[in-house]
C-alpha cells in the first residue's frame, strides 16, 4: 500500500506530465507517475509520433525514466487522464511494468471521482517476464 503523501506526490506529478505531453495525434495527453524500490518519484508523459507505432505511453515513460536513473523496482504506477473515467495501462505498458514490478500497485486517476486502484497482477493474467526465462 502506498502511503497518502506519496500518492498525493505521484498525483501531482502525473499531472504536471500530462501537460508536457506531446499528442498532436490523439489530443489525449497522459500523465504517469512511479514509486520505485527506493521510495523515489518518476514521471513522463505520454509522446507521439507521426509514425504511430513509434509513439510511447506515459506509463513507460515514467518507468524508462526511473530505470534510466538507476531505479531497479517499481511498487507503484500512478495514470493521470483528462477523462470522466480512469484509463488502465495498456497491454504494453502492463507488460514493461511487470518486468520491473510484478506485485506493483496500480493507480489509475482522473478529473472524476471514479479511481482504479488494482495489483498488475490482476490486470495482467499470465504474464511473461524474468522469471520465464
Do not use: W
Not at 82 to 88: M, V, W
Amino acid at each position: 500500500m502506498v502511503p497518502d503523501d506519496l500518492l498525493q506526490e505521484m498525483n501531482r506529478k502525473a499531472r504536471r506530465a500530462s501537460r508536457h505531453a506531446y499528442c498532436p495525434y490523439s489530443r489525449f495527453p497522459v500523465g504517469a507517475a512511479v514509486l520505485t524500490g527506493e521510495g523515489k518519484v518518476f514521471a513522463g508523459g505520454n509522446v507521439e509520433n507521426a509514425s504511430y507505432g513509434l509513439t510511447i505511453c506515459a506509463e513507460r515513460n515514467a518507468v524508462f525514466q526511473a530505470i534510466s536513473h538507476g531505479a531497479s523496482e517499481i511498487r507503484a504506477v500512478l495514470v493521470y487522464t483528462p477523462t470522466a473515467n480512469p484509463t488502465a495501462p495498456c497491454g504494453a505498458c502492463r507488460q514493461v511494468i511487470n518486468e520491473f514490478g510484478p506485485d506493483s500497485d496500480i493507480i489509475c486517476v482522473c478529473d472524476g471521482r471514479k479511481v482504479i486502484r488494482r495489483k498488475l497482477s490482476s490486470l495482467l493474467a499470465a504474464p511473461f517476464g524474468p522469471r520465464n526465462l
